[in-house]
């Protein structure tokens, strides 16, 4: 089944175009990821998704139209976004940023089991669970922003660059992390990424993105061996 | 030494009334970076209010608790018709809007209760305690204050709707990518604002006389309080508070013509803070990449 279908995607910021008339659509319980330089897009696709931006043309998620919800509405849905920067609550402790992920659900003990369903997954999290969230490295930053998006219980997961600005084996360990939250709770992402190499791993469906268009896309393995892609984006 | 406990201790209940406005004050500027000129004028507002309901019901308490809770509708609906649709405005307009707020709380209240001075009574009982070193009512402000900001406290600390408010405050984007209304948050933290303001200025107003301009002094020392403590601290708006109203009343004392020099000393200490530790006692500093 489909669970978000793009259709002829326009952005603007003020006067200015980012996205051209993009589509594209995600099937419920696959990973999907969007490729493409600084620039490309990315960032302001999943912006779109959350009504963060202003659009035109039509984002449907489980066969309802979005466009005209608030960012807010668009969460209480179901969809998850982990922002470009990881969007950390600083001078808030992990355990309330955990917390607020979880903000439009009601049931305290669901909430109190999924935090430490989160821990699971992320131990290091549970050994800082009192700090203060801005006093965490980048890599933990990280963990703690796809934990936040957890305590949700997404139906999609809007993931931004989850490896920017991280040394490679940390890079490695949330990958790693994420391809079991996909096994385990059959989630659904949406998955941005300048690293192309590593997002292809993980990824069933990719679409690349150049300056607002997407100029190719189809099965995560195809992508890999394009010749062009793999000189431009894969590096050999 | 009687004479300096008892200044101390009258600083602690006026300086209570401060710790209230320098906490609503800094409740907005937290969630929004802007200083809400009007807050003191607002409190004022209230206090009539109160007074108004005392003329009627009789009964002091019951008139200051439906003062507090129309403080706390007012407060968000000023935020929601007055306050938003110039929330992406350039500063100077949104201060402009502050000011307006302010004169016109002013001259409504000269307008419906005239600028004579009415009195209101305490909250407490004349004879409660039988001690030279301090009244029944400041020993109530004191009391009473402390467990305001206690409620207050326990309120952002340990609700979600608490977390939320300080979520939007700090990370207003994140806040909504996990659902929260970050316009209901700031409406919210509005009300909240004014129903603290409200409770200061009954507190106040046995001290200083009800009348239009009675929160202008207070406002301002409320502001200095505020900034001793560190705009970006709610506890250190509430200590700075405190420790103006205290060392307000030792400069009265003990400083030749100090009893003279009541703003003049609010305004010295503005200045000073500004200078030599802009972040206050407790705040930090921030620094913004440009």
Known sequence: ?236 | MDLFLQLTLAGLAIGSVYACVALAVVMIYQATDHFNFAQGEMAMFSTFVAWALYQTTGSIWLSFLIAVALSFIAGIIIERVIVKPVENAPIFNQIIVFIGLLMIFNNLAGWFWEHTTKTLPSLFPEHGIDSTLISTHNLGVILFTLLILGITFCFFKFTKVGLAMRAAAANPDSARLVGVSVGWMLALGWGLASAIGAIGGVLVAPIVFLEPNMMSGVLLYGFAGALLGGVNSPGGAVAGGLMVGVLENWARQYVPGGSELGLTFALVLIVGVLMFKPAGLFGRVIIKRV
């Not at chain 1, 309802?64 to 609550?89: C, W, Y």
């Not at chain 1, 703690?144 to 997961?157: D, F």
């Open chain 1, 1 to 236: 089944m489909k669970l978000l279908e793009v259709k002829g995607l326009k952005a603007f910021y003020r006067q200015t175009q980012a996205l051209f008339g993009v589509d594209f659509e995600l099937e419920e319980g696959s990973i999907t990821t969007i490729l493409g330089a600084n620039g490309a897009g990315k960032t302001t696709t999943l912006r779109s998704i959350s009504r963060m931006v202003r659009t035109e043309g039509e984002i449907k998620f489980d066969g309802q139209d979005i466009t005209g919800l608030s960012t807010e509405k668009v969460a209480a849905l179901g969809i998850a976004h982990v922002p470009e920067g990881r969007g950390t609550f600083v001078r808030q402790s992990v355990e309330e940023n955990l917390q607020l992920g979880a903000y439009t659900r009601k049931s305290k003990n669901e909430v109190a089991k999924d935090i430490e369903r989160v821990y699971t997954y992320f131990p290091r999290l549970m050994e800082r669970r009192q700090q203060q969230a801005g006093t965490l490295s980048g890599g933990e930053q990280q963990m703690l922003a796809i934990g936040r998006a957890l305590m949700l219980r997404p139906r999609l997961m809007l993931l931004d660059e989850p490896s920017f600005g991280l040394a490679p084996l940390i890079v490695q360990e949330i990958y790693e992390i994420m391809a079991r939250i996909r096994d385990q709770e059959k989630a659904s992402m949406l998955l941005v990424e300048q690293n192309a190499n590593i997002a292809l791993n993980l990824a069933d469906q990719a679409y690349l993105l150049e300056t607002g268009n997407v100029v190719m896309s189809g099965e995560s393995e195809i992508l890999r061996n394009d010749e062009n892609v793999r000189k431009v984006y894969l590096g050999y």
